[in-house]
T-cell receptor, first 114, second 111 residues
Framework: DQQVKQNSPSLSVQEGRISILNCDYT??????FLWYKKYPAEGPTFLIS?????DKNEDGRFTVFLNKSAKHLSLHIVPSQPGDSAVYFC?????????????FGGGTRLMVKP | ETGVTQSPTHLIKTRGQQVTLRCSSQ?????VSWYQQALGQGPQFIFQ???????GRGNFPPRFSGLQFPNYSSELNVNALELDDSALYLC??????????FGSGTRLTVV
């Protein structure tokens, strides 16, 4: 039972263009969503988050959009840079999740080509 | 000391053996969670400790156990290792279960 899904295992984008990473969830109890970036041999690094009371949160080049009715969120990176190449994980937590545990998607590998 | 430190970074064990993985959290971080990340998948929640007591558990058998110590360090113990236990094990710490910081993980290979 995969409650958080990232249907695109990989994405390739040209430097300077927009990267859009998508995530779908099924559990209506999720009320907080996060994006993590992971480089090889490192742990996931927190990128940006959004509460379910919002539909958009922006931090520099990174914007997360939440569509609660569709149970869908997306991460936009504009402009994309080669250093953004990494695996991106969507995660969710919420009421009923023991101790704010995070439920992760399977990840999307982003490759930004110079 | 800042950051979350995990040891060892790599480990090879034989099926049936027992293993202990260690995590050193940032000072003041009273919450530690452990995750298992199999190859090509996202991290899966194993359990969480809050103020030295187990505070939540994922879908993992009892042979996965843990401890959290007063000095903000913690352990993940796995008994009777199976080949499918081969994975990256991640520790994440936070203050009062908010804002997790992850360590770099321990890569466990069971042969």
């Amino acid at each position: 039972d995969q409650q958080v899904k990232q249907n695109s295992p990989s994405l390739s984008v040209q430097e300077g263009r927009i990267s859009i990473l998508n995530c779908d969830y099924t559990n209506s109890m999720f009320d907080y969503f996060l994006w993590y970036k992971k480089y090889p041999a490192e742990g996931p690094t927190f990128l940006i988050s959004i509460s379910s009371i919002k539909d958009k949160n922006e931090d520099g080049r990174f914007t997360v959009f939440l569509n609660k009715s569709a149970k869908h969120l997306s991460l936009h990176i504009v402009p994309s840079q080669p250093g953004d190449s990494a695996v991106y994980f969507c995660a969710a937590s919420g009421m009923g999740n023991a101790g704010n545990m995070l439920t992760f998607g399977g990840g999307t590998r982003l490759m930004v080509k110079p | 000391e800042t950051g979350v430190t995990q040891s060892p970074t790599h480990l090879i064990k034989t099926r049936g053996q027992q293993v202990t993985l260690r995590c050193s959290s940032q000072s003041g971080h009273n919450t530690v969670s452990w995750y298992q990340q199999a190859l090509g998948q996202g991290p899966q929640f194993i359990f969480q400790y809050y103020r030295e007591e187990e505070n939540g558990r994922g879908n993992f058998p009892p042979r996965f156990s843990g401890l959290q110590f007063p000095n903000y360090s913690s352990e993940l113990n796995v008994n009777a290792l199976e080949l499918d236990d081969s994975a990256l094990y991640l520790c994440a710490s936070s203050i009062d279960r908010v804002g997790y910081t992850f360590g770099s993980g321990t890569r466990l290979t069971v042969v």
